[in-house]
């Protein structure tokens, strides 16, 4: 299996580039063990990322929103109800988290999230909109809220 590697910069330049939705399809929010996968693109179609949205089955509180490039590539990913994460230098972040991609490591790192940027841990619908901001989705996909409350 081959691994592809991206400088900081072009880590940095791929999450700052704007994403758009591929065309006008309607997207369901996931139900409970259930997973999303959009495919979205730049704004002059030389790259291609994917949103997904993913809910835990067996933990309710547990989501995930992930931002990658060239299909495996995370360049962002919101932990929200799960353990936390210890990174690389041994220091623990507890959940919610933003992990970032790191030359080198990967999307190893994790960090708090920015009050500045994710106004609402506790609103899921209000979060995946602060990440898709967070990610420069200028043209978010059309996503049916449905159920976003943990019962």
Known sequence: MTTINLTQPEADALLAMDKCR?????WTFPQ????????????DHREHFTLDVSRSMNILCKWKYQNRVRQSIILARCDIGGAPH???DDIEIGCPHLH???????????FPL??????????????LMDFMSYCHIVEP???????????
């Open 22 to 26: 591929i065309d006008d399809q309607l």
């Open 32 to 43: 409970h063990g259930g997973c999303i996968s959009i495919p979205l693109t730049s704004r």
């Open 86 to 88: 210890r990174n690389p």
């Open 100 to 110: 970032l991609y790191r030359e080198g490591y990967g999307d190893k790192w994790a």
């Open 114 to 127: 920015p009050q500045k940027s994710f106004r609402d841990t506790t609103d899921m619908w209000m979060l």
């Open 141 to 151: 996909p059309n996503i049916h809220k449905g159920d976003t409350h943990d019962k």
